[in-house]
């Protein structure tokens, strides 16, 4: 049965604006969306860049997939379906860290590129950035950390990116990051040099801030 919403809603606009946040950070809120397959290196790569962001003293938080689904999305499984809901739910939790003017590393498989597109419509301009961790099924598989590709070549698991469930490359990735190629430390410093680059470790005025209007 479909879930009745309550129309006696509004957006509340508070006293305080993002730049009022960004400013007190120093720093722009955005949201590093790492996907790809599983063990391609996100969850490595994602423990590393915050703890360097850290260390440069920059404010960011990891969402990790395992992690999310002991809490939030503990009610969900595997299906098409509660896969795009999944990221629906982190990509709403992403947006509001961003816009507190945290840097967000959100390491999930998300394998459907329009659930990924979804979460970076969400947001203004610039405050996603998709970060495709590309390795081939081959690497991957002989990785394996979890045994979960093993299961799923056993029948054990059903519906397991990769093996019986697809996986949408990116096409418009803002980093791609072979981990064939880097390793995982190289690959971090990649990170921090794009947003080093592009200003995000500055409060600078913000694209499209959002609004209620926007809501």
């Known amino acids: 049965m479909p879930q009745e919403r309550s129309s006696?809603?509004?957006?509340?606009?508070?006293?305080?604006?993002?730049?009022?946040?960004?400013?007190?950070?120093?720093?722009?809120?955005?949201?590093?969306?790492?996907t790809?397959?599983?063990g391609a290196g996100k969850s490595t790569i994602a423990c590393l860049l915050e703890r360097d962001l850290i260390q440069r003293g920059r404010l960011c938080y990891r969402l990790d997939g395992d992690n999310?689904?002991?809490?939030?999305?503990?009610?969900?499984?595997?299906?098409?379906?509660?896969?795009?809901e999944n990221i629906r739910r982190i990509g709403e939790v992403a947006r509001l860290f961003?816009?507190?003017?945290?840097?967000?590393?959100?390491?999930?498989?998300?394998?459907y590129q329009r659930d990924r597109q979804a979460v970076r419509q969400s947001m203004p301009q610039g405050d996603f950035v998709e970060i495709y961790i590309k390795a081939t099924l081959a690497a991957a598989e002989s990785r394996?950390?979890?045994?979960?590709?093993k299961k799923a070549r056993a029948g054990q698991i059903t519906?397991?990116?990769?093996?019986?469930?697809?996986?949408?490359?990116?096409?418009?990735?803002?980093?791609?990051l072979d981990t064939e190629q880097l390793t995982p430390e190289a690959a971090a410093q990649t990170v921090i040099q794009y947003l080093q680059a592009r200003g995000y470790f500055s409060p600078a005025a913000v694209d499209g801030e959002t609004s209620g209007s926007d809501r």
């Open 36 to 38: 790809g397959l599983s």
């Open 98 to 111: 961003t816009d507190a003017g945290v840097i967000v590393i959100a390491s999930f498989i998300s394998p």
């Open 8 to 34: 006696n809603i509004r957006w509340h606009e508070g006293l305080v604006s993002r730049s009022d946040r960004q400013n007190l950070l120093a720093q722009r809120g955005v949201t590093l969306w790492m």
């Open 68 to 84: 999310i689904r002991h809490g939030l999305n503990q009610n969900l499984g595997f299906s098409p379906e509660d896969r795009t």
């Open 159 to 176: 519906g397991f990116t990769g093996i019986d469930d697809p996986y949408e490359i990116p096409d418009k990735a803002e980093i791609v």
């Open 144 to 149: 394996d950390p979890k045994g979960l590709y």
